[in-house]
């Protein structure tokens, strides 16, 4: 079992800046390829960004390339997601992932979740 805990979700304005910590315990976490998913009012989850295990790799959405960044503290078992240049549409509660495969993380099937937190971005 791995288990996740989110943190650093908040209110932030228009064009600011989070970033968002996973705190992983369990199973040796660099194993596992981890990645950030997001879930707005009304919508169905979705893939924000992903890290192979070792971090060398990184995937993420279009919608979000070129603002926000993934990466991993394999040392800290930690996982980070740095969010700039928010927009409202950003708003959503974000859940970090966890799985053996990055290819299975992008598609969301993964294994291990976190409870979320919440991010709310104003206009």
């Known amino acids: 079992q791995v288990q996740l805990v989110e943190s650093g979700g908040g209110l932030v304005q228009a064009g600011g800046s989070l970033r968002l910590s996973c705190a992983a315990s369990?199973?040796?976490?660099?194993?596992?390829?981890m990645g950030w998913f997001r879930q707005a009012p009304g919508k169905e989850r979705e893939f924000v960004a992903g890290s192979s295990w070792s971090g060398g790799s990184t995937y993420y959405a279009d919608s979000v390339k070129g603002r926000f960044t993934i990466s991993r503290d394999n040392a800290k078992n930690a996982v980070y997601l740095q969010m700039n240049s928010l927009k409202p549409e950003d708003t959503a509660v974000y859940y970090c992932a966890a799985d053996n495969h990055i290819s299975t993380v992008v598609a969301g099937s993964n294994a291990y979740w976190g409870q979320g937190t919440q991010v709310t971005v104003s206009s």
């Open positions: 369990g199973r040796t976490f660099s194993n596992y390829a």
